[in-house]
Nanobody, 120 residues
Framework: QVQLVESGGGLVQPGGSLRLSCAAS????????MGWYRQAPGKVRELVADITSGGSTNYADSVKGRFAISRDNAKNTVALQMSSLKPEDTAVYYCNANINSRYYTSNAYWGQGTQVTVSS
């Protein structure tokens, strides 16, 4: 009943920028924390950044100063602006949202994942 749809992934050269977007839809009462995770080849999935409904942000040390997370509560969307990209940022990026619905409280939903490749 609840879906997260991502967009914006792709191939970019080191130092370049990409903007990822994620939209939640379905039987949503409210959304608490929203965030972005990534999983690189041979690595565990890690938190990149998250943002509360009030706009408080949290970033992994590896992306601080380079990435910026934002959300639009009216549209149930979250975005990740990625700048100064490095090859180490190459990963599948997943949108995550803790959504309150009729039957679940703060249930975690995931997007399908979008590939970000940083390479020269």
């Amino acid at each position: 009943q609840v879906q997260l749809v991502e967009s914006g992934g792709g191939l970019v050269q080191p130092g370049g920028s990409l903007r990822l977007s994620c939209a939640a839809s379905g039987s949503i009462l409210s959304i608490n924390l929203m965030g972005w995770y990534r999983q690189a080849p041979g690595k565990v999935r890690e938190l990149v950044a998250d943002i509360t409904s009030g706009g408080s942000t949290n970033y992994a040390d590896s992306v601080k100063g380079r990435f910026a997370i934002s959300r639009d509560n009216a549209k149930n969307t979250v975005a990740l602006q990625m700048s100064s990209l490095k090859p180490e940022d190459t990963a599948v990026y997943y949108c995550n949202a803790n959504i309150n619905s009729r039957y679940y409280t703060s249930n975690a939903y995931w997007g399908q994942g979008t590939q970000v490749t940083v390479s020269s």
